[in-house]
T-cell receptor
Framework: DAKTTQPPSMDCAEGRAANLPCNHS???????VYWYRQIHSQGPQYIIH???NNETNEMASLIITEDRKSSTLILPHATLRDTAVYYC???????????FGEGTQLTVNP | DAGVTQSPTHLIKTRGQHVTLRCSPI?????VSWYQQVLGQGPQFIFQ???????GRGNFPDRFSARQFPNYSSELNVNALLLGDSALYLC???????????FGQGTRLTVV
């Protein structure tokens, strides 16, 4: 699976949009971009995934660049409960396994 | 609807013992995967089962084994426990092999 690069940490003010970037420059045509988050000591929570089109659900929006080499997860109105480690994962090249990297620690401040 | 349920939630074992961890997938889901998460790191893939067949295996020793039952629940077995096996063991289920996976809250295993 393609390797992803994320900033180790980010801060965001409560009520503002949180934009989490991810680089995946070696992504293949059949690989999807997945986002999960993990609040301390809990199991990872699925957020959203996409192939090449932008996606939106009740939790977040996923913006994938046209060349698919990077993506951005957008939490439109961050709350304190959004404080978590966010993982960007490219999936599909070597089966259905999820390969987790270091992720981004997002801290939402009051 | 119930999510992915794992049992037990916490477990303490002694070196050399074996352990069995259990996972019940979301109703209707036919795929179960297991992950190990050591403190401070992201989860690492151990196994995936789909329709009771092994579909993937991560880089773990043969002391780790798993199986999936006809009702799609799953067990992860670890033999000859080492201190380094202390971790959060996560189970994830998905409708099909390549569908989005939903995780349980995990089993915290401590080996002393």
């Amino acid at each position: 699976d393609a390797k992803t690069t994320q900033p180790p940490s980010m801060d965001c003010a409560e009520g503002r949009a949180a934009n989490l970037p991810c680089n995946h420059s070696t992504i293949s045509g059949n690989e999807y971009v997945y986002w999960y988050r993990q609040i301390h000591s809990q199991g990872p929570q699925y957020i959203i995934h996409g192939l090449k089109n932008n996606e939106t659900n009740e939790m977040a929006s996923l913006i994938i660049t046209e060349d698919r080499k990077s993506s951005t997860l957008i939490l439109p109105h961050a709350t304190l409960r959004d404080t978590a480690v966010y993982y960007c994962i490219v999936r599909g090249g070597s089966g259905s396994r999820l390969t987790f990297g270091e992720g981004t620690q997002l801290t939402v401040n009051p | 609807d119930a999510g992915v349920t794992q049992s037990p939630t916490h477990l303490i074992k002694t070196r050399g013992q074996h352990v069995t961890l259990r996972c019940s997938p979301i109703s209707g889901h036919k795929s179960v995967s297991w992950y190990q998460q050591v403190l401070g790191q992201g989860p690492q893939f151990i196994f995936q089962y789909y329709e009771k067949e092994e579909r993937g295996r991560g880089n773990f020793p043969d002391r780790f084994s798993a199986r999936q039952f006809p009702n799609y629940s799953s067990e992860l077995n670890v033999n000859a426990l080492l201190l380094g096996d202390s971790a959060l063991y996560l189970c994830a289920s998905s409708w099909r092999e390549f569908s989005e996976a939903f995780f349980g809250q995990g089993t915290r295993l401590t080996v002393v």
